[in-house]
T-cell receptor, first 114, second 114 residues
Framework: NAGVTQTPKFQVLKTGQSMTLQCAQD?????MYWYRQDPGMGLRLIYY???????DKGEVPNGYNVSRLNKREFSLRLESAAPSQTSVYFC?????????????FGSGTQLSVL | AQSVTQLGSHVSVSEGALVLLRCNYS??????LFWYVQYPNQGLQLLLK??????LVKGINGFEAEFKKSETSFHLTKPSAHMSDAAEYFC????????????FGTGTSLTVIP
C-alpha cells in the first residue's frame, strides 16, 4: 500500500536545465495535484488534474508544465529551471470527485536550482 | 475566492500546556476545512476535517477543532501538549465550487518546551 510515490527525493539543477518530477498513486483517485512549499508561504498549487485527460493551472503555473499520463501518474516538468524554482515540491491526490475528500501527499522532492 | 489565514507563524508551548493554533477562513459558499500536520522531511498528513456535520471535530493524536461560522474560524486545540506534537501545522479550505482546489494557509510551526 504505497499511496503517493514521488521521485526523485532530491535534485540539484543548473539554471536552464530541464527535468521531470514523477508522481504515481495507487488509490484509484481521480484528482492529482502539484504543490510547491516555500518558507513563510505555505503550499501553493502549481497545477492540478481533476480527472484523467484534464489539467488546470493553479496559483503559480509559470515555468511549469504537467502531463496526466493516465489515472495513476501525474508528472511535473521544468523546461528551463530558474533559481526561483528552488523549493520543495509535493504531489498529492484525492478521490473520488467530492471536494471533501482529503489529500494524500507524497514525501516531497527537494529541488535546488543553482 | 477562498483563502485561509493562520495567525502566528511560530507558537511555543510547554509540555502539558494547552495548544491553540488559529485559523480563519474566507469563503462565499459553505467551506470544507482541514488541518494537516507536517513532520520534518515528510509530506503532510490529515489531522482532521470539517465537512458540514458536527461543528466540533475530533482528529488524531488528541487534536480537535471547532467550526465557528459567525467568527469564520476553525482553530485547532489540544488540551495537553506532548513533545511529539512539535511540527508544522497547516489549515486548508476547499468547497464544492472551487474545482477541487485546496487553499492552504502559510503554516504554524509548533515548538514544545520540555
Amino acid at each position: 500500500n504505497a499511496g503517493v510515490t514521488q521521485t526523485p527525493k532530491f535534485q540539484v539543477l543548473k539554471t536552464g536545465q530541464s527535468m521531470t518530477l514523477q508522481c504515481a498513486q495507487d488509490m484509484n483517485h481521480n484528482s492529482m495535484y502539484w504543490y510547491r512549499q516555500d518558507p513563510g508561504m505555505g503550499l501553493r498549487l502549481i497545477y492540478y488534474s481533476a480527472s484523467e485527460g484534464t489539467t488546470d493551472k493553479g496559483e503559480v503555473p509559470n515555468g511549469y508544465n504537467v502531463s496526466r499520463l493516465n489515472k495513476r501518474e501525474f508528472s511535473l516538468r521544468l523546461e528551463s529551471a530558474a533559481p526561483s524554482q528552488t523549493s520543495v515540491y509535493f504531489c498529492a491526490s484525492s478521490g473520488p470527485t467530492s471536494p471533501n475528500e482529503k489529500l494524500f501527499f507524497g514525501s516531497g522532492t527537494q529541488l535546488s536550482v543553482l | 475566492a477562498q483563502s485561509v489565514t493562520q495567525l502566528g507563524s511560530h507558537v511555543s508551548v510547554s509540555e502539558g500546556a494547552l495548544v491553540l493554533l488559529r485559523c480563519n477562513y474566507s469563503s462565499s459558499v459553505p467551506p470544507y476545512l482541514f488541518w494537516y500536520v507536517q513532520y520534518p522531511n515528510q509530506g503532510l498528513q490529515l489531522l482532521l476535517k470539517y465537512t458540514s456535520a458536527a461543528t466540533l471535530v475530533k482528529g488524531i493524536n488528541g487534536f480537535e477543532a471547532e467550526f465557528k461560522k459567525s467568527e469564520t474560524s476553525f482553530h485547532l486545540t489540544k488540551p495537553s501538549a506532548h513533545m511529539s506534537d512539535a511540527a508544522e501545522y497547516f489549515c486548508a479550505v476547499t468547497s464544492s465550487n472551487t474545482g477541487n482546489q485546496f487553499y492552504f494557509g502559510t503554516g504554524t510551526s509548533l515548538t514544545v518546551i520540555p
